[in-house]
Nanobody, 116 residues
Framework: QVQLVESGGGLVQPGGSLRLSCAAS????????MRWYRQAPGKEREWVAF????????NYADSVKGRFTISRDNTKRTVHLQMNTLKPEDTAVYYC?????????WGQGTRVTVSS
């Protein structure tokens, strides 16, 4: 059974930082690319970041490029999203995502609120 469990969300002031984590189980983690998505209140879910299976390739949405960093630890089966210089428009529920054996898998999400 595939499980993706996010953690690390919370309330942070503008300009602050947070580090999100996603713990994966139920599949061969080191074989698959991983992604982070987010959904802001009243908006569609949007892609945020991608990391290849080896971690050697990453890609980011323009809105977070230069501020967010995705990384992974294949020995610990985790993927992280380091978020710096946070802005109020980064407020959203953040989701970990993987396609396993042709099926889409989402975590339950972790809420990030950027507010003073």
């Amino acid at each position: 059974q595939v499980q993706l469990v996010e953690s690390g969300g919370g309330l942070v002031q503008p300009g602050g930082s947070l580090r999100l984590s996603c713990a994966a189980s139920g599949f061969t983690f080191s074989n698959l690319p991983m992604r982070w998505y987010r959904q802001a209140p009243g908006k569609e879910r949007e892609w945020v970041a991608f990391i290849s299976a080896s971690g050697g390739s990453t890609n980011y949405a323009d809105s977070v490029k230069g501020r967010f960093t995705i990384s992974r630890d294949n020995t610990k089966r985790t993927v992280h999203l380091q978020m710096n210089t946070l802005k109020p428009e980064d407020t959203a529920v953040y989701y970990c995502y993987a396609v396993v054996r042709g099926l889409q898998n989402w975590g339950q999400g972790t809420r990030v609120t950027v507010s003073s």
